[in-house]
């Protein structure tokens, strides 16, 4: 199958994952769409059945990896601990309205780094919602309001500091055998930077809209939920991170300490509340997980119509022939331009592919790997259509009454995020400048 059907696929596929379009009483989503384009590549051939086996023997620890931290996402929200975290941030603000903004940010940068970026966003834009309905005083308008809901956004499309902080993030990582602590080491720094330069940027853009002062009034405690089962929910959470962590010490795979740590979690909260399980299984976001596994078959499709060698080709211009840090700089800014456009789970794959077809040292084409997880991790914000997170975000906002513009979001997401990338590359290149001397 030549090049131009194979690039139909993907056309038809985020076409479809994006505009969402009705047939009769049927409303289609990105699953479908995956599923779609799957499917045209098997039916084509572009991907053999033998090469769409082994994608899902590459994805399942990964996968599993995804949907044990959504299972520990929902049971943390279902057991009240987010929302003890809502109150706790208005309360310690202390009626500043700058310091709401600090603390809705920085806590949520937390909470997507350990939660995935999804998550976060789905629990931290409906509870910033509600917290700021509760708290905002008489003179509050719209533009008032809108600050901190993009300052949920913006936490959920920061460099990764961990692997789980983004799916994108563990799939990659998988593919190119970087652990949980590697990881980390590498990206750490970057990822702080990111969020400096995107929490300075958002508080310049909104520095005549966040409000100096508001009024918080106190309401009882988290909905009646029970104080010691979210103590004991925070501690197992605790302890899963510290198996992460550690997991170069026991030889725990990153996907086992997950597992572990969802079930925990799970068989803690049916004791505690005696509900059943169901509600958790059918909230975790399947649409999601069918939309990976479908997104890479499609990438693999791709790579054999010959988009990947024509990118690897489009980064080695760019570069002019130059060394590693050039040829870092361009993987990110091609990798953020195609998450933008084009959505940044695809963008992960076909990079992914790009890279290993360079044929690099192992080294290089981790720094490579990663330099492009910065691009996937920050390029959404430039546009709407770039992440999961921001649709989700669009939608829930927009079930609430609230209508954020379009070009608002590229007007503040261009600027930033460019910013943000360039300086987490350079740092990220200054990192292994330093640790190859």
């Not at 995956?34 to 620890?61: F, K």
């Not at 902080?165 to 590498?186: G, K, M, R």
């Not at 044929?359 to 709407?384: C, N, Q, T, V, Y």
Request: proline share 4%; with cysteine.
């Amino acid at each position: 199958m030549d090049g131009v059907g194979a690039f139909s696929i993907l056309a038809v596929t985020v076409s479809i994952a994006l505009g969402r379009p009705r047939i009769g009483v049927v409303q289609l989503h990105h699953s479908h769409a995956a599923l779609l384009g799957a499917g045209l590549c098997l039916v084509t051939g572009l991907v053999p059945l033998a090469l769409a086996s082994h994608a899902l023997l590459v994805l399942w620890r990964p996968v599993l990896t995804i949907v044990s931290l959504m299972v520990m996402t929902l049971i943390a929200e279902r057991m009240g601990l987010f929302e003890v975290l809502a109150r706790s941030i208005a309360k310690a603000a202390g009626g500043d309205g700058r310091k709401l903004f600090r603390y809705l940010f920085f806590s949520g940068a937390v909470i997507g780094a350990f939660l995935t970026n999804d998550a976060a966003v789905l629990i931290l834009t409906p509870l910033a919602h509600d917290l700021i309905e509760e708290i905002e005083t008489g003179d509050w308008e719209m533009a008032h309001k809108i600050p901190y809901y993009f300052a949920v956004l913006f936490v959920a499309n920061l460099v990764g500091a961990l692997v789980i902080s983004n799916p994108i993030n563990v799939i990659v990582a998988s593919l190119f055998d970087i652990s949980f602590l590697e990881y980390a080491a590498w990206m750490s720094l970057p990822a702080l930077v990111s969020v400096l330069v995107s929490y300075y940027g958002l508080l310049w853009f909104f520095r005549g809209a966040i409000p100096p002062r508001y009024r918080y009034r106190e309401s009882p405690a988290a909905s009646g939920k029970d104080p010691r089962s979210i103590r004991v929910c925070a501690l197992l959470i605790l302890l899963t991170m510290t198996g992460f962590f550690t997991g170069n010490l026991t030889g725990a795979p990153t996907w086992v300490v997950a597992v572990a740590g969802a079930v925990s979690l799970a068989l803690f909260y049916g004791v505690r509340s005696g509900s059943s399980l169901a509600p958790i299984v059918r909230g975790v976001s399947w649409d999601v997980i069918v939309f990976v596994i479908g997104i890479f078959i499609v990438a693999y499709g791709l790579r054999a119509a010959g988009l990947t060698q024509a990118i690897g080709g489009l980064i080695k211009g760019l570069t002019g022939g130059g060394g590693m840090a050039q040829l870092s700089g361009a993987t990110a800014i091609i990798a953020a331009l195609f998450s933008a456009l084009m959505n940044n789970h695809p963008t992960a794959n076909i990079m992914a592919m790009v890279i290993n077809d360079f044929g690099a040292p192992s080294g290089e084409s981790k720094l490579l790997a990663l330099s492009a997880l910065i691009g996937g991790d920050l390029g959404p914000k430039m546009l709407p259509i770039g992440s999961l997170a921001a649709l989700l975000w669009f939608r829930l906002l927009r079930d609430r009454g609230v209508h954020v513009p379009y070009w608002l979001y590229i007007k503040i997401g261009v600027p930033v995020t460019l910013g943000a990338i360039l300086l987490s590359v350079l740092t990220l290149n200054l990192e292994y400048w330093f640790w190859t001397l």
